[in-house]
């Protein structure tokens, strides 16, 4: 499953996002945003879609944001997430984060790319497989058990939480 989000930065490009994934019969799940909301926070659409991404080992989220930079930051602090960042450049780039990486979450960055950018992206990323390089997966065992035991995947429902910072 993909897992598919955006606050109201990538919310135009996710639309379209959403349209190359029907064409090619790709399963893919809308977790939000669902309408444009120009004051929406990010962690509320990206924590939800990590954590549904982190539940399976096939399951893959693409999401966006403005950068992307701040939607991985996010992404990155749920155990079993490997969130890279993409705003254009060379496409190697992509393909490296899934065969050295293992990356599970696409955070695009929005205001750098173009609804003509999508498919080649998408495309890319989807069919790139981890290499299973011993390197690689060596380093990925690092992190995971880095992950076992400092880091607590429990997080509160940030979801339609106000922050303390929103009366600033």
Do not use: C
């Amino acid at each position: 499953m993909i897992y598919l989000v955006s606050d109201h930065a990538g919310f135009e490009l996710k639309e379209e996002i959403k349209k190359f994934l029907k064409l090619k019969n790709i399963v893919y799940e809308d977790l939000g945003a669902h309408k444009f909301e120009a004051q929406d926070d990010y962690p509320d659409f990206i924590l939800p879609a990590a954590k549904k991404v982190a539940e399976n080992s096939n399951n893959k989220g693409i999401i966006l944001g403005g950068s992307g930079q701040g939607e991985a930051v996010v992404a990155n602090k749920v155990k079993g997430i490997r969130a890279v960042v993409y705003y254009g450049g060379p496409k190697e780039i992509l393909k490296l984060s899934r065969e050295h990486n293992n990356a599970n979450i696409l955070s695009l960055g929005a205001r750098f790319l173009t609804k003509s950018d999508i498919p080649d992206i998408i495309e890319t990323w989807i069919n790139t497989e981890f290499s299973q390089e011993e390197r690689h997966t060596r380093r990925i065992q690092k992190i995971s058990k880095y992950e076992e035991n400092y880091v607590n995947m429990t997080y509160p429902n940030l979801v339609n939480v106000k922050s303390p910072l929103s009366n600033i």
